[in-house]
């Protein structure tokens, strides 16, 4: 089954744009690991950064949280944000149609 992850970063003040810069060079390096179907930076309103991601089981998730880009990303972030990032892990609860319904 897939999971779902969300991951909301608070930015110090001042340091949304650097956060954003600092995470994407990660892009790639997870975008190439096995199992992971969507990583996705989006800048929300209220001045939070959030990644997220979809995997095709939680095994890929564990390797993700486990594997070099997320230690390189963790170091490039740490001294722009306001502490760890708050994360939510989830499976989908598919209703409606099957493109709608679920990511």
């Known amino acids: 089954m897939t999971v779902v992850v969300t991951a909301v970063f608070q930015p110090r003040e001042g340091q949304r744009d650097a956060l954003i810069a600092a995470l994407v ?58 502490g760890p990032a708050t994360v939510v892990t989830m499976t989908p609860v598919p209703a409606g149609t099957e493109s709608q319904g679920a990511l």
């Open 25 to 82: 060079p990660a892009m790639n390096a997870v975008h190439a690991e096995n199992g992971c179907l969507l990583y996705a930076i989006h800048a929300a309103t209220d001045g939070t950064v959030v990644m997220i991601e979809k995997w095709a089981d939680a095994a890929a998730l564990a390797a993700h949280a486990q594997g070099s880009a997320v230690a390189a990303l963790q170091e490039a972030v740490t001294p722009l944000v306001t």
